[in-house]
């Protein structure tokens, strides 16, 4: 089982969503950044630093919320997510094709991740909590 950190990142009470490349597995879809949790490295250690080398900002882990395991034909992972707030720096994506603000509505309609979809399921009304009611243009 291969364990995955990603972060929900909060800017006010929208959350980043970034979509993958074509030429990764799940080609165009969408996940919460983050990535694998390397040997000798915490949760949080790793949540910070995958930040770092993706979208170069500096974040702050807030909260861990459940983590959903799932199984891909090619690999099984456990998706361990946290609640995060930007600390500083701007946004430049390294590894994805894009990255939206997306209130609660824009959650329902990106193509996400089977994991993460269940990811949102479980988490829906801790995450709806922290979320606004506004429309995504709001973002
Ligand atoms: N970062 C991230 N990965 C996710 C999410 N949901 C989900 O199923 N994953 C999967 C995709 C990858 O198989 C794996 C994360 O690996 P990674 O980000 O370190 O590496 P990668 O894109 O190169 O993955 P891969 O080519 O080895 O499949 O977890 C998510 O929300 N965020």
């Known amino acids: 089982?291969?364990?995955?950190?990603?972060?929900?990142?909060?800017?006010g009470e929208c959350v980043l969503a970034v979509q993958r490349g074509g030429e990764s597995?799940?080609?165009?879809?969408?996940e919460?950044?983050?990535?694998?949790?390397e040997p000798g490295e915490n949760y949080a250690e790793c949540i910070v630093r995958e930040i770092r080398e993706e979208l170069q900002v500096e974040i702050q882990p807030l909260a861990k919320l459940q983590a959903v395991e799932h199984?891909?034909?090619e690999?099984?992972?456990?998706?361990?997510?946290f609640v995060c707030q930007l600390v500083h720096g701007t946004i430049t994506?390294?590894?994805?094709?894009?990255?939206?603000w997306i209130s609660r509505n824009g959650l329902d309609?990106?193509?996400?991740?089977?994991?993460?979809?269940?990811?949102?399921?479980?988490?829906?009304?801790?995450?709806?909590?922290?979320?606004?009611r506004k429309d995504d243009h709001d973002c």
């Open 1 to 11: 089982m291969i364990e995955v950190c990603c972060a929900i990142i909060f800017s």
């Open 25 to 30: 597995h799940h080609p165009y879809q969408w």
């Open 32 to 37: 919460f950044p983050g990535g694998k949790v």
């Open 71 to 73: 199984n891909y034909p």
């Open 75 to 81: 690999k099984s992972i456990r998706l361990i997510p």
């Open 93 to 100: 994506l390294t590894e994805h094709n894009h990255s939206i």
């Open 109 to 132: 309609q990106l193509n996400w991740q089977e994991a993460d979809r269940r990811l949102l399921e479980i988490n829906k009304s801790e995450l709806l909590k922290r979320m606004m």
